[in-house]
């Protein structure tokens, strides 16, 4: 069973910058289409980025532009680099992983594995 553990979150300011970062425990996963997704109080859980098996990439338009996914597959870590944060950004983030390859980002949250999530707080 692979395990994921997100790490990065924490309080900014509006205009300022995180960097997630999500570890997988197995190497066989580094290549595992990847994505990360968020979760505000009272709304539902939101796709926001995605990287398939070649580095293709995809992201929601609320984030485009302004979020970078990215992978290190020596290193088995899932990457988001999030500039320009605004209060609506504020969510609990989490990284997730489908169990086998893909050729396209998919931001719909039927992955496989999850990780326990990591807390994004953006102040006006």
Not at 19 to 40: P, V
Not at 64 to 69: A, E, H, N, P, S
């Amino acid at each position: 069973q692979v395990q994921l553990v997100e790490s990065g979150g924490g309080s900014v300011q509006a205009g300022g910058s995180l960097r997630l970062s999500c570890a997988a425990s197995e190497y066989t996963y580094s290549r595992n289409c990847m994505g990360w997704f968020r979760q505000a109080p009272g709304k539902e859980r939101e796709g926001i980025a995605a990287i398939d098996t070649n580095g293709n990439t995809n992201y929601a338009g609320s984030v485009k532009g302004r979020f970078t996914i990215s992978r290190d597959n020596a290193k088995n870590t899932l990457y988001l680099q999030m500039n320009r944060l605004k209060p609506e950004d504020t969510a609990m983030y989490y990284c997730a992983a489908l169990a086998y390859y893909c050729f396209s980002p998919r931001l719909r949250d039927d992955y496989n594995y999850w990780g326990q999530g990591t807390q994004v707080t953006v102040s006006s």
